[in-house]
């Protein structure tokens, strides 16, 4: 989906002339987005690069707003923690669009995040998901929300809330075929089953993760990167199981499709 979405938003910088300094900033903008959420370094590089030649000839709040979110995400990836959140507030305070508000606040969760301040993570997803209810926004960034809200609300052992969060997310993710998001809500659910020391379930759901993740063209669930909730997962289950009930769980999980994962998820019956 996302690669799609990159092909038409390409094509569509190719026919904006270099001239029309805010319409190609906005064209710009979007095209490095799409590279944040694609960890495409070199495009995010050399979009924001083109995008600082054009601030001076450019007044749209907006359109710099976004820019700056931009910058906040570029610094996050590259370890810039301070002034990722720096960036992202001066975005946040300058734009009144609300899909370039919630993108600065999901950087602004992500810099929290791995500052290990999953209370002021909490804040800012919550305040981005009360956005995108006030104006029934884009789903996606809806979805992007819960899954940081679920992660930010594990790591506080908020496991009600942060299932919660999971059974809402995977179900958006579910009805726009994102698929890849839709197996980071189902590595976040093994780690939920996890804490609540049911290591069979969460045996099976991290397998079917990483399965539907990889099938759909990811390397892994994109949470799994995030802190050490997968490493700590797979280690707990493994104590807990046998070796033989480890392997048949893993095996079960990576069998199941994603309706017959997300059931589970769903405490749907078979």
Known sequence: MLQQGRGSIEQAL?????????????AVNAVAELAVLQVDMPTLIARQAEARELLASVTDHNALAHFYANEAALALL???LDRSQTFAQQSLAGSDDTSVKIYALLV???ASAA???AHTAVVHAEQGLALSDARGHDIVLRTYLLAALALSRLALGDLDQAEHAVREGIQLSRM???TVTCATFLETASWIAAARQEPWR????????????RAAG????????VGPFHESCERQVREQLSPTDYRAATSEGRFLSLDQATAIVLDEPD
């Open 14 to 26: 190719h026919a904006v002339p270099a001239k029309s300094s805010a319409q190609r900033l906005h």
């Open 115 to 117: 500052a290990n301040d």
């Open 218 to 225: 990811a390397t892994g669930a994109v949470s799994a990167r």
């Open 78 to 80: 590259t370890g810039q």
């Open 176 to 178: 726009i075929k994102d």
């Open 108 to 110: 602004m969760i992500g």
């Open 202 to 213: 969460a045996a099976v759901l991290m397998a079917a993760a990483g399965a539907i993740g």
